[in-house]
């Protein structure tokens, strides 16, 4: 596979930190130099997953889409004319957002998600041309592991999202995990925020090569339209995927080709890559629906999904493999509800069941501290003392057999008791 102008093994790109810190969700890929005339050839799923079918309807105009991610770099020719505005919400950054932030390839990681998500290419035929070839991008820069200056990455999270959603985002991408189950409270707000205001969130589920065996919060959040990878073949990545019951489509996340900040292409893989497609199919679908809600939209993309083998949905395809022209044009029943979750109710049903400890303001460094894992935040309840009398096992087990052998220890200790006492009594008498 090839890509842009880096050559040799791209490095693991991983922004690690503290515990409980983000990292990209991208994998360790070879990355050779192709040209602009090569790249187009090299994106399969355009044609494999219905987008230039769904062209035929809309190219995304109109949709602005925020990417929360190391920095978008708008000078590349591909995304010209593609950024719509943007911030930095790390303090290391620059104001637009457009300065890519972090070492070596995860630097770069942002620019690539935008290309693939909007890319304009360079001319017919050449060039990276993106998911929503005409929709805008928002880029809000992040600053993970040493990049990270003076805000904490849960708290950039949480200004990120909120930023997006007062700015006009009405799709947010984030190519990123906590790799934990859980979150802050803080992203509790932000999240509710973003859903409230009709925000589509589209977060990828981690790569097994970069360590993420499971998916990790943002994809864990209830309401996100999670994202899982597979091969060119359409069968789970192993190592640019992970797995959950979170997971609602999946998406190409190998032999990916992305602009790179400065010129030039690099192919990469990783759920990174997958997520801005799906994002891309997302705002295909709010453009050519404008009238319907994010719960809608979101339904659109998962009940078209192509099953990709098993049960539907499965902890490693979600609803199966995206299908960007059904999901712009087929009929789909209107919903009332978010299909991935409804955050509001798990933070009443769980958040009140937190330790004070799990719920603590985050650390100095802005990380939150690691809570439970939100399926076992809800403890088992009381035994009510009526079933004490009930002639349940467990009750059996748990009470009444101690206490019946208890009680045959104390009778046996009193018998024993009164035979000594009469022992000594013959005793005395026969004197």
Avoid: C
Wanted: zero cysteines; hydrophobic letters at 45%.
């Amino acid at each position: 596979m090839t890509g842009g102008s880096v050559s040799g093994r791209a490095r693991r790109l991983v922004a690690t930190a503290a515990v409980a810190a983000l990292a990209l969700a991208a994998a360790i890929v070879p990355a050779t130099a192709a040209r602009a005339d090569q790249v187009r050839d090299l994106e399969y799923w355009l044609k494999d997953y219905g987008f230039e079918q769904a062209w035929n309807t809309t190219r995304g105009a109109g949709v602005k889409v925020a990417v929360i991610d190391t920095g978008v770099d708008g000078s590349v020719p591909d995304l010209a004319g593609a950024i719509a505005g943007g911030t930095d919400v790390s303090g290391v950054g620059a104001a637009n957002g457009q300065k890519p932030l972090g070492e070596a390839e995860s630097a770069n990681h942002g620019t690539w998600v935008a290309s693939l998500l909007a890319g304009r290419g360079t001319g017919p035929g050449d060039g990276v041309l993106g998911a929503a070839p005409e929709a805008s991008i928002l880029p809000v820069s992040v600053a993970l592991g040493k990049a990270m200056g003076p805000v904490g990455s849960d708290t950039q999270i949480a200004d990120a999202v909120r930023w997006a959603v007062d700015n006009g985002a009405s799709v947010i991408n984030m190519s990123l995990t906590r790799n934990t189950l859980d979150w802050p409270t803080s992203w509790d707000d932000a999240f509710q925020y973003a859903f409230d205001h009709d925000v589509v969130i589209v977060a990828a589920a981690g790569n097994r090569g970069s360590g993420t065996t499971e998916v990790g919060a943002p994809a864990t959040v209830p309401g996100v339209l999670t994202v899982a990878g597979v091969d060119r073949a359409g069968k789970a990545s192993f190592d640019a995927s992970a797995q959950g019951i979170t997971i609602g489509v999946s998406a190409p996340s190998e032999q990916l080709v992305g602009a790179n900040p400065g010129g030039g292409y690099v192919q990469w893989a990783g759920t990174s890559g997958a997520a801005p497609l799906v994002s891309g199919a997302v705002a295909l679908v709010r453009a050519a629906h404008p009238e319907l809600k994010a719960p809608d939209v979101i339904e659109r993309v998962i009940r078209t999904a192509k099953p990709a083998g098993g049960a539907v949905p499965s902890p490693i395809y979600g609803f199966g493999l995206l299908d960007a022209a059904a999901a712009v044009s087929a009929n789909v029943p209107h919903v009332t509800a978010n299909p991935m979750g409804d955050l509001a109710d798990w933070v009443r049903v769980h958040r009140r069941a937190q330790s004070p400890s799990a719920t603590a303001p985050p650390a100095a460094d802005g990380n939150a501290q690691a809570a439970p894992a939100p399926a076992k935040l809800t403890p088992e309840p009381a035994l009510p003392w009526t079933q004490m009398f009930w002639p349940q096992w467990s009750v059996l087990t748990a009470f009444w057999l101690p206490f019946a052998l208890i009680a045959g220890f104390l009778v046996l200790v009193a018998l024993g008791g009164v035979g000594v006492s009469s022992h000594f009594r013959r005793m005395r008498s026969k004197e």
